[in-house]
């Protein structure tokens, strides 16, 4: 069975220290891997997709990167306005159907 | 402006009576899904449509119906509620060359 897994479930960092979130997943033909950020009371928003091992992606103080099980989005010296949840998905064989993990709060405090 | 409008934004409803939440897009996508999002759950998907007239389930289509009849429009369709279905409801569509999603603000939905 497909499975997408976040962790922490929680993370609380001071600004300016760097962290990474984890996003492992156990899925059969991967043909995406999706990062988004969610703000209290919105629709998640798009930050980057990875298609194969090895990529890399970059937006400000977030990088993603994707290996054959997981993927890390990092986030380099944060500030208070990227407190959020950061949710991964992942498309695998139709290209339907996309999975998403439980998510990774985020709370960076001044 | 490219949105996704959801409606309602708020619903409070019982148990049995029938609803339809209502999802629309203008960026012309021919991709679009439903998702409920739950505390500890994260988003999981209900229906998705790939086209006009084209839709399939998702990881949770019990208790739900949707129809794309047009483009731009891919309601939600509740028939009997039931408490269980007491949730934040998301519509999203797909475009562009990085699959991208584009969400809803969002519909929560309580069923007594």
């Known amino acids: 069975e497909d499975q997408v897994t976040q962790s922490p479930e929680a993370l609380r960092l001071q600004e300016g220290e760097s962290s990474s979130l984890n996003c492992s997943y156990t899925?059969?033909?991967?043909?995406?891997l999706f990062w988004y950020r969610q703000d209290p009371g919105k629709g998640p928003e798009f930050l980057f997709t990875l298609y194969s091992a090895g990529e890399e992606k970059e937006k400000e103080r977030l990088k993603a990167t994707l290996t054959k099980k997981e993927s890390f989005l990092h986030i380099t010296a944060p500030k208070p306005e990227d407190s959020a949840t950061y949710l991964c998905?992942?498309?695998?064989?139709?290209?339907?159907?996309?999975?998403f993990g439980a998510g990774t709060q985020v709370v960076v405090t001044p | 402006e490219a949105q996704v409008t959801q409606n309602p934004r708020y619903l409070i409803t019982v148990t049995g009576k029938k609803l339809t939440v209502t999802c629309s897009q203008n960026?012309?996508?021919?991709?679009m899904s439903w998702y409920r999002q739950d505390p500890g759950l994260g988003l999981r998907q209900i229906y998705y449509?790939?086209?006009?007239?084209?839709?399939d389930k998702g990881d949770v289509p019990e208790g739900y119906k949707v129809s794309r009849k047009e483009k731009r429009n891919f309601p939600l369709i509740l028939e009997s509620p039931s408490p269980n279905q007491t949730s934040l409801y998301f519509c999203a569509s797909r475009g562009g060359s990085t699959g991208e999603l584009f969400f809803g603000e969002g519909s929560r939905l309580t069923v007594l």
């Open positions: 998905a992942v498309q695998a064989g139709s290209w339907g159907k996309l999975q």
């Open positions: 899925v059969s033909g991967l043909r995406g």
């Open positions: 449509s790939m086209n006009v007239e084209v839709t």
């Open positions: 960026m012309n996508h021919e991709y």
